[in-house]
């Protein structure tokens, strides 16, 4: 620009190749007379690569799996305040689990906590890492309002307060029945890194029991797991990385 002061500019050359590059920079004045500058070496400008920090590890028993939770105030007591919600993240090895994280501020507070699921592994006893990161997983969800019609699938919660049970073309209509009164999350879990949480179903009250009813379509079959809240595995002992 002819300020006098200079200005930026941007040039993206799209037919570049890749190595060690050169040009020469052409100055037009207003009068039209030319001169060139250079020549000058560019280098390549690779995107960073998102860049994760660990802030905790801890121990899981997931011989079989489970729904695990982890509270703000475990993490508070490891020392582990004011942590940005939109970035944390749990990993198990090389895999990311997916979070069912809704937290009431944009850190995590008092009376917030992280779910997670972990699918069956071989050991008994796994390291897990708390880390921030950009573009964490999150779980998904999933209608499964109850229809009024159809075969009905029906099945009864085991002593570990959880129903596994797979949704299928056959039924329409699922009962779930036998849970008490903490509570009950239902997953799909077919993708066992990354679950959807069914919503909208309907809780029917019996005495001394609470049972639930929904419906479920996928195009093919989904394996799902309906978990007291009771049931939901604690996870207090945390360490430094």
Excluded at 129 to 142: C, D, Q, S
Aim: hydrophobic share 40%.
């Amino acid at each position: 620009q002819g300020t006098g002061d200079g200005a930026s500019y941007e040039w993206l050359d799209s037919s570049a190749g890749d190595g060690e590059l050169f040009y020469w920079l052409e100055d037009v004045s207003w009068s039209f007379r030319s001169e060139y500058h250079g020549p000058f070496a560019v280098e390549e400008v690779k995107e960073e690569e998102d860049s994760e920090t660990v802030l905790a590890r801890f121990e899981v028993d997931a011989v079989s799996a489970g729904l695990y939770r982890i509270s703000a105030n475990s993490l508070a007591k490891s020392g582990l305040g004011q942590i940005d919600a939109n970035r944390l993240a749990i990993k198990v090895g090389t895999n990311e689990a997916a979070l069912l994280l809704i937290p009431s501020e944009e850190t995590l507070q008092p009376g917030d906590s992280i779910l997670f699921f972990l699918p069956e592994t071989s050991e008994e006893r796994t390291t897990a890492e708390i880390v921030l990161k950009e573009n964490p997983k999150r779980m998904g969800w999933a209608y499964a309002a109850p229809q009024p019609d159809g075969a009905l699938w029906t099945g009864v919660v085991r002593t570990d307060g959880t129903l596994p049970f797979e949704v299928t073309a056959d039924w329409q209509r699922y009962l779930l029945m036998g849970f008490n009164k903490s509570g009950t999350i239902v997953l799909d879990i077919s993708d066992p890194w990354a679950p959807l949480v069914l919503f909208d179903y309907a809780s029917l009250e019996i005495p001394g029991q609470l049972g639930i009813y929904l419906s479920y379509f996928v195009e093919h079959s989904a394996d799902c797991l309906a978990i007291q809240v009771d049931a939901i595995r604690e996870i207090s002992e945390i360490r430094a990385p």
